[in-house]
């Protein structure tokens, strides 16, 4: 069994032109390398889904304003809450 392996190791070797101990040292560099270079992207991917997730929760809601005239409910409720607040004061009278 372990000649099998080693013969599998010897053609794979073959296969990517890897001729010495240096040549293997070389990939183990590559691939740390590599495995950096990917969680770096995966984090900036992630930075950047957050970005998009903010920028589409914005547009969600600047549709709502837009399709449900929000702006204009918004002023009418303000001005019905300070028409309750004055008709609701109290009036103090000096004699």
């Known amino acids: ?6 013969a599998a190791a010897c053609e794979i070797a073959d296969k990517h032109d890897v001729k010495s101990e240096d040549d293997i040292a070389n990939l183990e560099k590559s691939l740390k390398l590599l495995q950096s270079e990917v969680k770096s992207v995966k984090a900036e991917l992630s930075n950047e889904q957050l970005k998009l997730k903010r920028v589409s929760d914005l547009i969600a809601a600047y549709e709502k304003i837009v399709e449900g005239n929000y702006i204009d409910r918004l002023i009418k409720a303000q001005k019905n809450l300070a028409q309750s607040r004055t008709a609701e004061a109290p009036t103090i009278i000096i004699s």
């Open 1 to 6: 069994m372990g000649q099998v392996k080693q």
